[in-house]
């Protein structure tokens, strides 16, 4: 029955998502996290953070991932082909559209539109991602300085220098984590 359940769940998300995997990541939070409670926000941010790492496209580790936590081997391919599976047949039915028809103007108009709401989301699950790296917190709290995290904000400020200055993303993921672990023991 799980299996199924994270089939359907994640089959809804690939349907509504549009703008790849950082804009699936709100949309898959609420399923994981505050639907089902499949999983806590540290273990959804857990699991973010590791299909930044591994190959391939962010929406889809992530629901591996999120699957695997589940329920296992089978979640985990459950829940992938859950993702992907809606994704598949609405890429190629979009595709023959676009190719066919993608010189209209009434197309350009509608993907002009889906640009600054797809940017919406990716902004959404920024903001949660900041707030508990650094705040610690999973809501604006009343007062910020009660929960901050310098050790959070310092690797936050170091990796966003790092990404500008055009290092590798691999890098600057050694370095936070090896940044974390540091701090994580002297302070």
Known sequence: MIYLQLFFEFAKISLVCVGGGYASMPLIQAVVVDNYHW??????????????????PIGINAATFAGMKTAGIGGAISATMGFVTPSLFLCIFLAKIIFKYGELGAIQGILNGLRPAVMALIAAACISFVLLAVWNVEEIPQNFSDTFDLKGAIILIGALIAVRMKISVIKVLIAAGAAGLILGQIW
């Open 39 to 56: 999983l806590t926000l540290p273990e959804f941010i857990d699991v973010f953070t590791i299909s930044q790492m591994t190959p391939g």
